[in-house]
């Protein structure tokens, strides 16, 4: 397996210099959610068999954590950005 991921802060390096973290885009479970949310947040992974949004880091420069969106068939690097937190809903003033 080799392919070249842009990191965007260093630029486009060979994939072994990252480290995968796992598909985005899966909501982390509240507080108060039983052992079974836990478990499925936790173990259970869809594994899929195309485009698909992931988290990497440039572990051996920058360490940046940002989001890579590739086809895990051909592990073809389609886009990778930063992550942006999206802007906090203000609460109705009630
Ligand atoms: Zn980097």
Same mark, same amino acid.
């Given at each position: 397996?080799?392919?070249? %991921?842009?990191?965007?802060?260093?630029?486009?390096?060979?994939?072994? /210099?990252?480290?995968?973290?796992?598909? #985005?885009? *899966?909501?982390?479970?509240?507080?108060s959610a039983d052992a079974?949310?836990?478990?499925?947040? %936790?173990?259970?992974?869809?594994?899929?068999?195309?485009?698909?949004? /992931?988290?990497?880091?440039?572990?051996? #420069?920058? *360490?940046?954590?940002?989001?890579?969106?590739?086809?895990?068939?051909?592990?073809?690097v389609l886009s990778s950005?930063?992550?942006?937190?999206?802007?906090?809903?203000? /609460?109705?003033?009630?």
């Open positions: 397996m080799s392919f070249q %991921i842009d990191c965007p802060n260093c630029g486009t390096r060979g994939v072994w /210099e990252f480290h995968y973290g796992g598909a #985005a885009g *899966k909501s982390r479970p509240p507080l079974a949310e836990w478990t499925d947040y %936790i173990y259970n992974k869809e594994n899929l068999r195309g485009v698909q949004t /992931e988290w990497w880091t440039h572990r051996s #420069a920058c *360490k940046l954590w940002f989001l890579v969106e590739r086809n895990t068939a051909t592990n073809e950005r930063r992550y942006s937190v999206p802007p906090r809903q203000e /609460e109705p003033a009630g």
